[in-house]
Every structure is written in structure tokens, then in C-alpha cells.
């Protein structure tokens, strides 16, 4: 299983992405219907307990997913040649309304939710 913080972490490190360079964790909410707008600290604290294993047929975690930073680079997710991960990037995405109320789960991908039940579980990061 994969943890998102810490696949986070490793992603924002290999692009040379500091804490302090992150603005704001942004979501499509699962309606579909509103922006999710978090702080860092209100992100690493949810993605912690998020364990996924991925798969090549679907996302698992949602692909808007989005670490904003205040030079315009971003992390997003993204899934290339079937396998799940952050991408970097420096390109304008869009403008949004945001909305709060986010939990851990909110960060796995809307597909069947049936079908993906057995390639995440939310549990509290246990560092080795």
C-alpha cells in the first residue's frame, strides 16, 4: 500500500517544492459540484491516512488533486501509462469558488465505489 503523505512528500521534494513554497491543496469535491480549498497543514493531516494500492485500470486517488504553490508550480495527479502519481507542472489551470468540509476520503477517485473498496483503506499513518 502507498500512503499519500508520504508519496506527497517525496513528489514535492523531487520538484524542489518547499513547504513554505505550497499556497494551498485544491479538489473537485465528489458531487462534482464545488472546489475543495485546504491549507497545507489541514492536507498533510488528511492525507496521512490515506493507504491506497494502485491500480492500472482506474484512478484511486482524484485526479483534480492539486498542490498549488505561490509561484504558479503545481503537483497534480495524473495517471500515464497506468501508473498513478504526481505530475509537475507550471501551467494555469483554472479559476474556482472553493468550499471546506473535506474528509480522507474525499481524496479517492468517484469510479464505482464498490470496485475500488479493496485499493484503499483509511487508517492514521504509522511512520516506520
Same mark, same amino acid.
Given at each position: 500500500?502507498? *500512503?499519500?503523505? !508520504?508519496?506527497?512528500?517525496?513528489?514535492? #521534494?523531487?520538484?524542489?517544492? @518547499?513547504?513554505?513554497?505550497?499556497?494551498? !491543496?485544491?479538489?473537485?469535491?465528489?458531487? $462534482?459540484?464545488?472546489?475543495?480549498?485546504?491549507? /497545507?497543514?489541514? #492536507?498533510?493531516?488528511?492525507? @496521512?491516512?490515506?493507504?491506497?494500492?494502485?491500480?492500472?485500470?482506474?484512478?484511486?486517488?482524484?485526479?483534480?488533486?492539486?498542490?498549488?504553490?505561490?509561484?504558479? %508550480?503545481?503537483?497534480? %495527479?495524473?495517471?500515464?501509462?497506468?501508473?498513478?502519481? /504526481? %505530475? =509537475?507542472?507550471?501551467?494555469?489551470? =483554472?479559476?474556482?469558488?472553493?468550499?471546506? *468540509?473535506?474528509?480522507?476520503?474525499? #481524496?479517492?477517485?468517484? $469510479?464505482?465505489? @464498490?470496485?475500488?473498496?479493496?485499493?484503499?483503506?483509511? @487508517?492514521?499513518?504509522?511512520?516506520?
Amino acid at each position: 500500500m502507498k *500512503n499519500l503523505y !508520504v508519496e506527497t512528500v517525496e513528489a514535492l #521534494f523531487l520538484s524542489d517544492i @518547499k513547504p513554505w513554497d505550497i499556497e494551498n !491543496v485544491t479538489m473537485v469535491d465528489n458531487t $462534482c459540484m464545488s472546489i475543495i480549498e485546504m491549507t /497545507w497543514d489541514e #492536507f498533510t493531516d488528511l492525507a @496521512k491516512k490515506v493507504n491506497y494500492k494502485p491500480i492500472t485500470s482506474a484512478n484511486v486517488i482524484a485526479e483534480s488533486l492539486t498542490v498549488n504553490c505561490t509561484d504558479e %508550480r503545481k503537483l497534480v %495527479r495524473s495517471c500515464v501509462l497506468g501508473k498513478e502519481g /504526481w %505530475r =509537475y507542472t507550471e501551467a494555469k489551470l =483554472y479559476e474556482h469558488e472553493t468550499a471546506k *468540509n473535506v474528509s480522507p476520503k474525499d #481524496f479517492i477517485a468517484k $469510479c464505482n465505489g @464498490k470496485e475500488l473498496e479493496k485499493y484503499y483503506e483509511i @487508517k492514521d499513518y504509522e511512520e516506520e
